[in-house]
C-alpha cells in the first residue's frame, strides 16, 4: 500500500507514472479517469523553461500543486506498488 510519507519523498515524474500504473490496473473507472487526468496534466506541465521569471514560478505553482494532488490521490492505494514486494 502506497503510503504518505514514501509519496512524498518520490520524484513528480514517479508519481505520474504510477497514476499510469494505476489507470492500467483498476477496476474502478472513476480512479483510472482521475489517474489518468493526473498524468496527463504532469506530462503538459513539462515544457522548456520560461525566460520570464513570472511565466516559471506560475509553471512551478502548477507542478507543486499537481504533485500534491497526485500524492493525495495515490495516498493509501493498493492496486500499484513502487517497490518490489519481498
Not at 27 to 33: G, K, L, P, S
Not at 51 to 65: F, G, I, L, M, T
Request: glycine letters at 2%.
Amino acid at each position: 500500500m502506497l503510503q504518505r510519507k514514501d509519496l512524498e519523498a518520490l520524484h513528480p515524474t514517479t508519481l505520474a507514472v504510477l497514476c499510469g500504473k494505476l489507470a492500467e490496473v483498476s477496476h474502478d473507472q472513476e480512479a483510472v479517469t482521475k489517474a489518468r487526468e493526473l498524468k496527463q496534466e504532469w506530462s503538459l506541465l513539462q515544457t522548456p523553461p520560461s525566460s520570464s521569471y513570472r511565466e516559471e514560478k506560475a509553471k512551478d505553482a502548477k507542478r507543486w500543486e499537481n504533485r500534491q494532488r497526485m500524492i493525495d490521490f495515490l495516498d493509501g492505494r493498493d492496486e500499484v506498488e513502487f517497490y518490489p514486494k519481498q
